[in-house]
């Protein structure tokens, strides 16, 4: 890849991240978590009554699930920053009203959202419609057999071409849950899917992952807790183990926590430019992987503190390399790598290969734009080995469609002049306000 010079202007859609000076000084406030947004969406539109949603994030990860479950028949109102869902009625007969003619399946669009394309399908099954859901290209790529076979050995009816997008859901049959066992060692969003559906299956779910460990685990205690918010009675026998009762969810009135996977790129401007970051209202229980970040930022050397305001993170002088198993908090690699390349020393990330099937392969992806600018980047099946450096320099930081990829990009642009982020407004998929956050932050004072 072509190394570009400092005066070079950014082509349309790509972003000249700022330089962060000589510390950054600031508090950030970021929207509210999007794993959680989707989760009570999808158990607002099975509940047994409406649902109120309070600082919801308005992405289009978001907008898309809102629109999924609107094509399935739950009714969403917006106003401001509170949603309102009168949730499906699952009892009648599908209304032809959403599509032209009876005959006409219900389309849904996934875009690139891992939570919409493994979350949506089960529902799907249970309205009884004939739905077909497809996605992004990127997306036509990402593993959903065993989201298929799942429902396929409930008692749905799905097509589909080798265990990918698009999917055709069909009405003949409905998944009626029981006992499943499924090898879920590729991606959370397989168990969250089945278990955020499984108390409106007649039988509930008996489910068992029989495969490697769920990678993100934190995902599925983030599930588990929503379903126990929404009275759900689910328990986890033994490990990797999980039993759904089945019984409506009751209606939700719920304030989304801030994201904490978002909140954790501006922390790390901290340690990336030896300031200090202060991220408003981080809480001080939650299942958001996110949260694992405050370990990280002390590994690599900062001091850390969580109290009434947030979370206080300051920024060592020089970063110390670190050796970190991320396989609970992979969506967190690609700022962390950032961080590393900026170490002094070599650091290890270890468990991290299922994020070859996440918005791209992040491995292969982190391993190409870190080498451009300088970093060397050892890639392995599961791991990346990098070398920090203090002589970055300039060059075109691609970002495949991936939001996190901005966010890595950013942090390395702080202490490098001149790097610029292709096609940023990806980052939309989870933060559509990044870029104006970010440089609010650099602006507030240094």
Known sequence: MTDIPTDTLPAAGDWKAPVGGSG?????????SKSLTNRYLVLAALAESASVLRGWLRSRDTLLMIEALRRLGAVIDEDGDVLHIEPI???VSPSPAR???????????CGLAGTVMRFIPPLAALTGREVVIDGDEQARVRPMSVTVDSLVR???????PNGLLPLSIHASSQPRGGHLEIDAGASSQFVSGLLLTAPVMPLGLDLVNTGAAVPSRTHVDM????????????SEPEPEHWVVEPGLPRGLDVEVEPDLSNAAAFAAAALASGGSVTVADWPVHT???GDEFRRIAEAFGADVVLDREGLHVRGPETLEAVDLDLSAVGELTPV?????????????????GHLRGHETDRLAALTRELGAVGVEVVEHPDALTITGTTDLRAALWHTYHDHRMVMAG????????????????TVAKTLPDFIQLWEAMLSSGT
């Open 24 to 32: 950054i000084t600031a508090t950030v406030s970021v929207p509210g």
């Open 99 to 109: 599509s032209e003619s009876p005959a006409d399946p219900v389309t849904i669009d």
């Open 336 to 352: 962390v790598s950032a961080l590393a390349a900026l170490a002094n020393g070599t650091s290890h990330l270890r468990r991290i």
């Open 154 to 160: 409930l008692g749905a009816s799905i097509s589909s």
């Open 287 to 289: 299942t958001q992987a």
């Open 89 to 91: 009625d699952l009892t």
């Open 410 to 425: 950013a942090i390395l642009a702080l202490r490098t002049k001149g790097l610029v982020v292709e096609n940023a407004g």
């Open 223 to 234: 599930t588990i807790e929503v379903l126990r918010d929404a009275g759900v009675d689910i």
